[in-house]
């Protein structure tokens, strides 16, 4: 009995080590790097804290990535020095992500959230479907806001709607998508289908209180997030068409007169390559910015958040990321954009950093991988099976 007694003491001792030992944020396994910044010259206003991210959403899309800083590829050139707090270059086809700053730090949306809009309801809305304007959709917006200038009892088309949201950023072209795409439960069912779509795609640091991205409490996405969501609208020919638009014709009908939209906010005519792209700005936000140009033949994307107008601007700041990227190798990456038919994350490394997170807050002890305790079970067993070989043994040395 005294063996089996000292195997099990053993394997209690292998399978439970104190939190202080094993037990570490998710953070610890990347080396932080401060992101290159530049000071604007007017420091933005004061903003709340975003809530901080859990270990499993860090470790979506590689180890690379777990980082409030800086992540490139060994030997890369150096990133651009830029004011977003938050920015992401990804290869669009192949999905991989060429490099990062906090690419999975919650930050606030502003306009690019429209982008979302358009991933889930796109899909829902045939584009000839004529539909009415009601007061409701227009009563909630900041006459500063931008518009695309919809009127009450106006009738118009979805595919002039998804226009007049690309093209002119129209806060009131949200609030009627989002009202007519959400079904029996209006504009809050628009916003219910754009956090299932953003739970579907794996953006699970995004959550939309407004279709628009006007803000509200407790609205954030992360740059990664919008590379996710990026991906997923580019792939829809009828998006893509919309983004490249530069003037568009909405035709009178009765109660209203016709009028021109004119895309008057991305690289399109100042960016060679570029696809098109979605800016936003509020004052919580700063300027956001997602974007996609192509060049030999790689398509890449740019996400940032957090931006100042000076000394470059989101537009300024993007051509400089990607041109950063164009510089990558193509086989350049530290991570890559999980995709929605993949689990929820990148398991078991995060599950078990996870687990250890949560016993390094809690004080309890933390489990190792199961290999170890797999393999201190055998030992056991070894332990276990040479009990009776050695009373055989001791019995035979008494026979003779």
């Known amino acids: 009995m005294t063996i089996i007694r000292a195997a099990a003491v053993v394997l209690s001792a292998v399978l439970t080590v104190p939190a202080t030992v094993s037990a570490s944020p998710a953070r610890a396994a990347t080396p932080y790097l401060p992101c290159p910044t530049v000071t604007p010259p007017v420091a933005p206003p004061a903003a709340p804290s975003p809530p901080p991210v859990g270990p499993a959403d860090l470790a979506v899309g590689g180890e690379s990535l777990a980082t409030a800083g800086l992540s490139v590829p060994a030997g890369a050139p150096a990133a651009p020095a830029v004011t977003a707090t938050s920015w992401l270059v990804a290869d669009l086809d192949s999905g991989a992500v060429l490099g990062g700053c906090g690419p999975h730090e919650h930050r606030t949306p502003a ?36 518009v695309m200038g919809l009127v009450p009892g106006g009738r118009y088309s979805i595919e002039s709607l998804w226009l007049g949201l690309l093209l002119k950023s129209g806060n009131d072209a949200a609030n009627v998508l989002a009202r007519v795409g959400g079904g029996a439960d209006g504009r809050q069912g628009g916003v219910q289908a754009m956090n299932d779509e953003a739970h579907r795609l794996g953006a699970h640091q995004t959550h939309a209180v407004t279709p628009s991205g006007l803000d509200g409490p407790g609205q954030y996405t992360s740059a990664y997030d919008l590379a996710l969501i990026a991906r997923a609208t580019y792939a829809r020919a009828d998006f893509r068409r919309y983004v490249a638009t530069r003037v568009a014709e909405v035709p009178a009908a009765p109660g209203r007169a016709g009028f021109s939209l004119t895309h008057d906010n991305t690289l399109l005519d100042h960016y060679p390559g570029t696809v098109g792209g979605k800016t936003g700005f509020t004052d919580l936000a ?99 099976l040479a009990v009776p070989r050695r009373r055989r043994a001791a019995r035979a040395a008494t026979r003779r």
């Open 111 to 146: 306009s690019v959230q429209k982008m979302l809009l358009a991933a889930a309801l796109m899909p829902r809305l045939d584009p000839n479907r004529v539909v009415e304007v009601t007061r409701a959709d227009l009563q909630d917006l900041d006459p500063a806001s931008s």
């Open 286 to 384: 700063r300027q956001t910015y997602v974007g996609v140009a192509e060049r030999n033949g790689r398509r890449l994307a740019v996400t940032l958040l957090g931006a100042e107008t000076a000394p470059l601007g989101s537009l300024g700041e993007a051509a400089a990321l990607l041109n950063w990227g164009f510089a990558l190798s193509p086989g350049a990456s530290v991570g890559r954009l999980v995709t929605p038919d993949e689990k929820k994350y990148d398991r078991p490394v995060a599950q078990v950093r996870a687990e250890q997170h949560g016993a390094a807050r809690t004080g309890r002890s933390t489990p190792w991988p199961i290999v170890l305790g797999v393999g201190a079970a055998g030992a056991l067993a070894v332990l276990l």
